[in-house]
Each structure stands twice: as structure tokens, then as C-alpha cells.
């Protein structure tokens, strides 16, 4: 049972564009998002996150929507840029069955800016 | 330099011989993990560790064994390892462990293995 779904595989986008990454959670216990990211022959970064508390988180370029009543949370690049393509990752912190907590990761989606 | 370091990066090996990959971190983090990475599943953790000597199983356990002797070193095994466990290998630590407030994970560079 995937707990965290990353939909699209893969997204192009034009550079200066905005870039949407989406993710769904089915876990209603998961309180903390985050996003990685992750460079070919890299192990993945941590990008930005969003506790459950909040709707809207910005650093910079990206910024991470969370709808709880959907279970829905998306990240949005603007300006994209080259330099952002990579595969980005969609992970959720909660309590895992034992009882302790646990990160569980989406598939990923392969970003791709064109300039 | 704050990091997480993996050896070997690269590994081919034959069905049922043991191999180690090491996993060391240099920030005195408590929480340490393992993660393959396989196309279309994503990144699925293998075995966790809270803290020295304790240690739990992720979702992947099977096939898997670990240890956390000492703070910084995390090691996984693989005792007598099989092809359906040739995959992308990563070790992470973070401060603590993931929580409401949690801290992020610090992954390492990665361990490509083949099992023949």
C-alpha cells in the first residue's frame, strides 16, 4: 500500500516558467512534509518542508502547498531553471505501526527544464 | 566538512557471498538509516537506528542486517545476497529522529550494487 503517490513520472517545463510537482498521502497520521531532491550519482538533498499546521511554506523559488482536507501537497517552482532538473521526491514523517516515527517517500518525479 | 560517506560506491558481486557497506557520518547525529532506491518504487527504507544499539526494520528488512555499534558508523550486511537485491543503496542521519519538528535527513552519495 503506497502511503505517498507521486502521479507524474516525469514533467518538462520551459525555463522561467512555473514548475508544479505534485504528491498525495493517504496516511492521515503523516504531520510533516518534505521535499528532496536528488541529482544523477548524488544521494538526495532536502529542498524545503511544511508541518501540517501550516498551508503555505516559501524559500526563495519554491514554495510547498499543503491541503489536508485533500491530502494533497505540491511544490512550486518560479522561476524554473535549468539547474532544477532533477528527480524530486516527496516524503511524509508520522508514526510509523510500531509506534515510532518513520519517513516515507514517494517514486519520485524526473523535472526537466528546457532553455 | 559535515557528511555521510558510503563504501564502496560501486559493487559487483556473485549470489550468496557477503558484503558489508559501511555508512559513516561525522555530524554525531542519533538517527541513522538505509534506503535502495529501484526504478519505479522509489526510495523504501531498509533498517533504522534511534541511537547506538538500538536499532529497527524499515519497510525492505528482508535479506538485510545492521548494526549500530558506534554513533557514527551504521554498517549494512547482506548476508548471502540474492539478484533481487541489486539496487541503488543510501544511508542518511539527521539529528534525531523524523518527527513533527524533525530534522532533515542528510544522505550519503550512494551504493550502486550488482548481484550476479
Redesign the interface.
Known amino acids: 500500500d503506497q502511503q505517498v503517490k507521486?502521479n507524474s513520472?516525469s514533467l518538462s517545463v520551459q525555463e522561467g516558467r512555473i514548475s508544479i510537482l505534485n504528491c498525495d498521502y493517504t496516511n492521515s497520521m503523516f504531520?510533516?512534509f518534505?521535499w528532496?531532491k536528488k541529482y544523477p550519482?548524488?544521494?538526495?538533498?532536502?529542498l524545503i518542508?511544511i508541518?501540517?499546521i501550516k498551508d503555505k511554506n516559501e524559500d526563495g523559488r519554491f514554495t510547498v502547498f499543503l491541503n489536508k482536507s485533500a491530502k494533497h501537497l505540491s511544490l512550486h517552482i518560479v522561476p524554473s531553471q535549468p539547474g532544477d532538473s532533477a528527480v524530486y521526491?516527496c516524503?511524509a514523517?508520522g508514526v510509523s505501526g510500531?509506534g515510532?516515527?518513520?519517513?516515507?517517500?514517494?517514486?519520485?518525479t524526473k523535472l526537466s527544464v528546457i532553455p | 566538512e559535515a557528511q555521510?560517506t558510503q563504501n564502496p560506491r560501486y559493487l559487483i558481486t556473485v549470489t550468496g557471498k557477503k558484503l558489508t557497506v559501511t555508512c559513516s557520518q561525522n555530524m554525531n547525529h542519533e538517527y541513522m538509516?538505509w534506503?535502495r532506491q529501484d526504478p519505479?518504487?522509489?526510495?523504501?527504507?531498509i533498517y533504522?537506528s534511534?541511537n547506538v544499539e538500538v536499532t529497527?526494520?524499515?519497510?525492505v528488512p528482508e535479506g538485510y542486517k545492521v548494526s549500530r555499534k558506534e554513533k557514527r558508523n551504521f554498517p549494512l550486511i547482506l548476508e548471502s545476497p540474492s539478484p533481487n537485491q541489486t539496487s541503488l543503496y543510501?544511508c542518511?542521519s539527521s539529528p534525531r529522529?523524523?518527527?513533527?519538528?524533525?530534522d532533515?535527513?542528510?544522505?550519503?552519495?550512494?551504493t550502486r550494487l550488482t548481484v550476479l
Open positions: 507521486q513520472p504531520d510533516y518534505l528532496y550519482a548524488e544521494g538526495p538533498t532536502f518542508s508541518s501540517s521526491f516524503a514523517s510500531a515510532s516515527y518513520q519517513l516515507t517517500f514517494g517514486k519520485g | 555521510v538509516s534506503y519505479g518504487l522509489g526510495l523504501r527504507q533504522y534511534m529497527d526494520k524499515g519497510d543510501f542518511a529522529a523524523p518527527g513533527s519538528l524533525t532533515t535527513q542528510y544522505f550519503g552519495p550512494g
